[in-house]
């Protein structure tokens, strides 16, 4: 793949550590032995470690998705920062979408999920192929569950605005009223989002692997919360005046509770960068909903209806 288009942001880090040479024993990936109390040279080959990656996906005709691989060693219970790409993009005769396949497909060790921080699933009304009534008359689980929800939000509120089934889903209405702080997400097929649904739809039937849906800005305030960071770093981490540092303190606090290790030069991307922070944040989710420290889909929540990696409100880190 062409250097000119796609950046692999270099590595520099602190202390002593150095690249794996030819001839280590290291894989190609892990690229240094990292310091005090991370695997060492010598432990890596019987080390049990399982790769993830985070999307932050953008329009497919711009240069703004970014990749980040993030390898997740169980039983030192630390997570590593591999490899951040940015600007992945088209050139003249290959897509920006076979590129993001090829990163994903050639990486060595089999990811166990790719994170996208876009809808993954399309809204039922969409998908459905019944004779349709109109949803005022439908019996359908999900729009049965957002009527529901409609009505119960209207009887402690003011009236809101008619639910539309055909660009939004359950759990977009879900996380605007039932946690602790409210998120209101982008429709999944509205008018900013749509373009970005059809292409993690595209992109995501050629992955093998599990794939994981995530709200990055609801992944900061769980995990932020975990890290007792100040409620302003946590809800303005994408504002063009104090985002670079609301994402600083989030980073920093990670690797100062020796959580993940994060080279110095992918550390500066990232504040620089909020789409490949969004990446970051996004496989960091996948991990956690590896370990089990998602939420589960609530009870009443129709089964066959989208649901998404959120860490929990118990998140300890």
């Not at 060492?40 to 998705?65: M, N, Q, R, W």
């Not at 060790?109 to 399309?122: M, N, Q, Y």
């Not at 769980?222 to 989030?250: M, V």
């Amino acid at each position: 793949m062409s250097k000119k288009r796609v950046q692999s942001s270099r590595r520099r880090a602190r202390g002593t550590v150095k690249r794996a040479q030819k001839g280590d024993s290291l894989p190609s990936w892990l690229q240094a032995a990292p310091l005090g109390g991370w695997p060492t040279k010598g432990s890596s080959p019987g080390l049990k470690v399982h790769h993830f990656a985070g999307i932050s996906l953008a329009g497919g005709k711009t240069d703004k998705t970014c990749l980040a691989l993030l390898d997740y060693y169980p039983a030192q219970n630390k997570i590593f920062l591999s490899r951040l790409f940015e600007k992945i993009r088209s050139d003249e005769t290959t897509s920006a979408d076979l590129h993001l396949h090829r990163m994903l497909t050639q990486s060595p060790g089999k990811l166990e999920s790719v994170a996208f921080d876009v809808p993954l699933k399309f809204p039922k009304c969409v998908t459905c192929r019944l004779k349709c009534p109109g949803y005022e008359e439908c019996t359908e689980p999900e729009i049965e569950w957002m009527w529901k929800h409609y009505k119960k939000i209207n009887a402690r509120r003011k009236p809101k605005r008619l639910f539309t089934p055909y660009t939004e889903r359950c759990v977009e209405m879900y996380l605007a009223t039932e946690i602790e702080e409210a998120f209101h997400l982008p429709h999944a097929l509205g008018s900013n989002v749509a373009p970005l649904t059809a292409r993690a739809h595209f992109v995501s039937r050629r992955i093998s692997v599990p794939t994981v849906e995530v709200y990055p800005k609801l992944s900061i305030w769980r995990i932020g919360r975990a890290l007792h960071l100040a409620r302003s770093h946590l809800l303005f981490h994408k504002h063009s005046i104090g985002g670079d540092e609301s994402r600083k303190h989030f980073l920093h606090r990670l690797v100062e509770k020796n959580i993940a290790f994060i080279y110095e030069q992918d550390t500066k991307t990232m504040i620089e960068n909020n789409q490949a922070f969004e990446a970051f944040v996004t496989a960091l989710t996948a991990v956690l909903d590896f370990r089990g420290e998602c939420e589960s889909r609530p009870k009443d929540f129709p089964k066959k209806e989208s649901w998404m990696a959120i860490p929990k409100a118990s998140l300890k880190l």
